[in-house]
């Protein structure tokens, strides 16, 4: 089991920056890979960003490639997500999601991630 809890949702102006955070429980953390996907009012969750197991891979959405970056601290069992130039199309609950076992091609795929926290909320607004 694994329980993860997510940090750092605010509002911000346009061109601002965001660092959020994914605290996750549990033993093994540093077997699971983590990814932030994000859901706008209206619109299907969708895949922003993920981080394998040991740190070695990261994957971005077309969307924030080159705005965003993942990183994770295994010691202290957390992922963040650090996110630059934010635009108002960026507005969403951002949600991290976990797994185990995930193959590469996998790691954009939200029905592959078993474990999921309750969001935070990102506001890009003047």
């Known amino acids: 089991q694994l329980q993860l809890v997510e940090s750092g949702g605010a509002l911000v102006q346009p061109g601002g920056s965001l660092r959020l955070s994914c605290a996750a429980s549990g033993r093994t953390f540093s077997d699971y890979t983590v990814g932030w996907f994000r859901q706008a009012p209206g619109k299907e969750r969708e895949f922003v960003a993920a981080i394998r197991s040991r740190g070695g891979t990261t994957r971005f959405a077309d969307s924030v490639r080159g705005r965003f970056t993942i990183s994770r601290d295994n010691a202290k069992h957390t992922v963040s997500l650090q996110m630059n130039s934010l635009q108002p199309e960026d507005t969403a609950v951002y949600y991290c999601?976990?797994?185990?076992?995930?193959?590469?091609?996998?790691?954009?795929?939200?029905?592959?991630?078993?474990?999921w926290g309750q969001g935070t909320q990102v506001i890009v607004s003047s």
């Open positions: 999601a976990a797994a185990t076992g995930m193959i590469l091609s996998s790691m954009t795929r939200r029905d592959q991630y078993r474990y």
